[in-house]
């Protein structure tokens, strides 16, 4: 017989409306983690999005069916992985430009056309939805904001389904190996390989530390400092105050343009460093996968600052390791950034 520490459904009322008002108010409390969820397992917010909206839609007409021999939660995430690996199996994989091909050759402007945005992983606002420091559950192995950062969800990206799946349910959400193997329909031991080989190829894929180790390093003064003197340097144009910022191997890509940079001296000649005489470009800070980022505005004709690009910074130490400008300005409004700037008297 269930209980209602396992069944939070069992006092929902039989009148439809209320019904429904009711059902809402239970995922509420897990829909900010279940959108991250889809998140990590898409690497798209805007898959997400209709992600989490058709598993809700098919746990509202499974509600009847479910006999609380999970709890709600566990059911919710079940529900939302199964839609996660559908949407796998019917598009190609995202990534960043550095997993798509080889750096740029210095000096040149960008060879190809941008490509669709489907094709790239895209930011993810985790101020907005609210995904709060510590892990999930006490047997994760991650923190929450750890699982957001970009490297870590673009190696995701990499793994194949199960994996992937495997390696979410445990480490992020914490999920035991018999959950685990339930909602993979599969058993105990496969799901245990399924998640040793995941972690082996992610540990190949993303750095010793983590964003929040350094970010915490830091502290706040720091991490301030930072983005006022990097948003100052590309505000004049400073390209010497830009690179002494630098770390010698850094990155810098911009999809949905395929080519990217790696050196501080093939940054310098890029097509990526800002031209034109300034102001041309103002920036607005936010936060995106649990990393520093800015909102940048280019200045149009009539002296409005429109938005152009979400800069993703990653840090080692106290230079910037990596760029990722997320060239999507309809993004601005998710991460609730202005839809414009005024001009400068």
């Known amino acids: 017989m269930p209980t209602s520490s ?36 898409l690497g798209s917010a805007h898959d997400a999005d209709d992600a989490l909206q058709d598993a809700l839609l098919r746990a509202w007409r499974a509600l009847p069916r479910f006999r609380g021999d999970s709890s709600l939660k566990t059911w919710l995430y079940r529900i939302a992985t199964n839609v996660c690996l559908d949407t796998i199996a019917r598009r190609p994989k995202r990534v960043l430009p550095i997993d798509y091909g080889p750096p740029t050759r210095p000096g040149t402007a960008p060879g190809r056309p941008a490509l669709p945005e489907s094709q790239w992983i895209e930011p993810y606002p985790d101020e907005r939805v609210g995904i709060a420091d510590g892990a999930t559950a006490p047997e994760a192995r991650l923190e929450r904001r750890e699982a957001l950062e970009l490297a870590f969800v673009a190696a995701l990206q990499h793994l194949p389904p199960r994996q992937r799946t495997t390696l979410i349910l445990r480490d992020v959400l914490g999920f035991s190996a018999k959950e685990t193997a339930e909602s993979l329909e599969t058993t105990v031991p496969a799901a245990n390989g399924a998640l040793r080989r995941a972690r082996a190829a992610i540990e190949e894929r993303i750095p010793e530390r983590s964003q929040q180790a350094t970010l915490r390093a830091l ?127």
């Open 6 to 41: 396992n069944l939070e459904t069992v006092a929902l009322p039989k009148g439809r409306g209320d019904r429904e008002a009711a059902f809402r108010e239970l995922i509420d409390r897990h829909r900010a983690e279940l959108h991250a969820h889809c998140y990590r397992m």
């Open 219 to 345: 502290g706040d003064r720091k991490l301030r400092e930072i983005v006022e003197r990097f948003a100052d340097c590309f505000e004049r144009g400073d390209i010497d105050a830009i690179l002494a910022m630098l770390t010698e191997d850094v990155t810098f890509a911009m999809p949905p343009f395929p080519d990217w940079c790696r050196s501080r001296d093939d940054v310098a000649k890029s097509w990526l460093m800002p031209e034109g005489p300034p102001p041309r470009l103002r920036y607005v800070a936010t936060r995106a996968n649990g990393q520093l980022a800015l909102g940048t505005y280019g200045r149009r004709a009539d002296g409005v600052y429109a938005p152009i690009a979400l800069d993703v910074l990653t840090l080692r130490g106290d230079l910037i390791s990596e760029v990722i400008a997320f060239r999507n300005p309809s993004a601005f409004g998710r991460f609730e950034l202005p839809g414009r700037l005024p001009a400068l008297s």
